[in-house]
Structure formats: C-alpha cells, structure tokens
C-alpha cells in the first residue's frame, strides 16, 4: 500500500523521532524513502532583519549547503542498510511548497513528517510547514509526535 514514503527533514529533535519510526517500518512492504531537506530562502532574506542570525557562505557550493549534503548522506546510510531504496533531495525554496512538489514528482504513496521542524525563527515567522503540507497533500501524510 504504502511503499514510496517522502520523507522531508531538518534534522531536528522531531525528524529523529520520525527516522525512528520509519527504519521500524521495513516489515510493512516499504520499498522506498525519497529523504529530503529544503532550505528555505524566505528565513535567509529575514536574516539581514536579525542579529541572531549569521550565516556565512550560503550558496550552492557553501559550507551550509555541504553539511546538509554530508548528513543526508549519513542518513541514507542507515535507511539503506536496512535494505530500503533511498533517493536524496536537497532543494531550495519555500519548504512546504518543495515538498509538495517533490511529492507529486516522485509519485509517493505517502510523506511522513514530524509534528514540528527544530528552527523556532521558521515557526514564528512564517507558520507551520506541516501544517501546509497536511492541509494541501494529495496522499496521506502520516504525523510522527
């Protein structure tokens, strides 16, 4: 029934607890994770706003965008040694609109999300993105609390 999961991420407390949850699933006929990660361009453009941010080198072959690369890598690495396929994504744009997007592109039978992503500035300024995801997906979406 269910065996391409989108599985969005932003390496918080709450994508961890999703992680968990799916490398469990192995069992259910999952075949694939399309592992994504979406830099959001709208918390950067606030950036020049606020004083507590300072990201340096934010570009395509920047440090920032590196790290990301590193990890999704990393968690790859433990969904295929579990047997799963694995596709990686790492976008940028508006998250709750790539992810969707993804989701239709990629044909999966469901995305599985955490209850909140860890940046507190993205909450705050600009509501939530499982919220949208939830209200606008056209497959299920399962919500990891």
Request: some cysteine; glycine content about 6%; charged content about 30%.
């Amino acid at each position: 029934m269910f065996t391409k999961i989108l599985f969005p991420t932003d390496f918080s407390e709450h994508s961890e607890k999703v992680k968990s949850e799916l490398l469990k699933l192995k069992k259910c006929n999952i075949k694939e994770i399309v592992l994504m990660h979406v830099l959001d361009v709208r918390v950067f453009s606030y950036s020049t706003m606020l004083n507590v941010i300072e990201i340096e080198n934010f570009d395509h072959e920047g440090e920032l965008v590196k790290e990301l690369r590193n990890q999704i890598e990393k968690w790859k690495d433990e969904f295929t040694a579990l047997g799963f396929n694995v596709i990686t994504v790492v976008s940028e744009g508006i998250p709750f609109q790539e992810i969707l997007k993804t989701a239709e592109d990629e044909k999966v039978s469901m995305i599985a999300i955490g209850e909140k992503g860890g940046g507190a500035v993205e909450r705050m300024l600009l509501g939530s993105t499982t919220e949208k995801i939830m209200r606008n997906a056209k497959v299920p979406v399962l919500l990891i609390r």
